[in-house]
């Protein structure tokens, strides 16, 4: 299976300020696209953002954007003004191996949000 | 919005028991897919469907079999199951193999066996 890196099990962030998660992949595909999902406590899984492979412009969402750099094979998230209810786990999903519609989950980030 | 319903949140079996998931989904998607959640190991892809009647085995196929005779429905079959399965189980579709359009989620079947 394909190697998808969340290197942070656990993050915290005060209400109101700036954070970043993390997310590296492995591919071959060369126009793709990538997934942020959020899973709150209520457990369904929430599409957050989504960005575009061959686009040079990184995706915006309100207070979610991605820093997405394809020649690294990096696609962080951040989160400004973060409020209590971002507090959930966040999964990267990038395309799987050979595949542009089946998506490889990384092994997600919770983040607690402290008031 | 899309809807993606399954049947149950919470389901208890027994070791050896022969168990049902069913997902159902409304906006005519032609992707299905079955994951299995653990802590710590993320989404793993059990089984996909593209079609009715079609199927691909996922990373971990085993001990799991497939069905969808509709289109709208894509069940996911313990043949014999055993404590090594109890898990959460997630259901999501999407629109084809060709858009690239995000998965929808159902709210998740938490499966305990004894």
């Known amino acids: 299976a394909q190697t998808v890196t969340q290197s942070q099990p656990e993050m915290s962030v005060q209400e109101a300020e700036t954070v970043t998660l993390s997310c590296t992949y492995d591919t071959s595909e060369s126009d793709y696209y990538l997934f942020w999902y959020k899973q709150p406590p209520s457990r369904q899984m929430i599409l957050v953002i989504r960005q575009e492979a061959y686009k040079q412009q990184n995706a915006t969402e309100n207070r979610f954007s991605v820093n997405f750099q394809k020649a690294a094979k990096s696609f962080s998230l951040k989160i400004s003004d973060s409020q209590l209810g971002d507090a959930a786990m966040y999964f990267c999903?990038?395309?799987?191996?050979?595949?542009?519609?089946?998506?490889?989950f990384g092994k997600g980030t919770l983040l607690t949000v402290n008031p | 919005d899309v809807k993606v319903t399954q049947s149950s949140r919470y389901l208890v079996k027994r070791t050896g028991e022969k168990v049902f998931l069913e997902c159902v989904q409304d906006m005519d998607h032609e992707n299905m897919f079955w994951y299995r959640q653990d802590p710590g190991l993320g989404l793993r892809l059990i089984y996909f469907s593209y079609d009715v009647k079609m199927k691909e085995k996922g990373d971990i196929p085993e001990g799991y079999s497939v069905s969808r005779e509709k289109k709208e429905r894509f069940s996911l079959i313990l043949e014999s199951a055993s404590t090594n399965q109890t898990s959460m189980y997630l259901c999501?579709?999407?629109?084809?193999?060709?858009?690239?359009?995000?998965?929808?989620f159902g709210d998740g079947t938490r499966l305990s066996i004894l």
């Open positions: 999501a579709s999407s629109p084809d193999r060709y858009s690239n359009q995000p998965q929808h």
């Open positions: 999903a990038p395309p799987s191996r050979g595949s542009n519609y089946k998506l490889t």
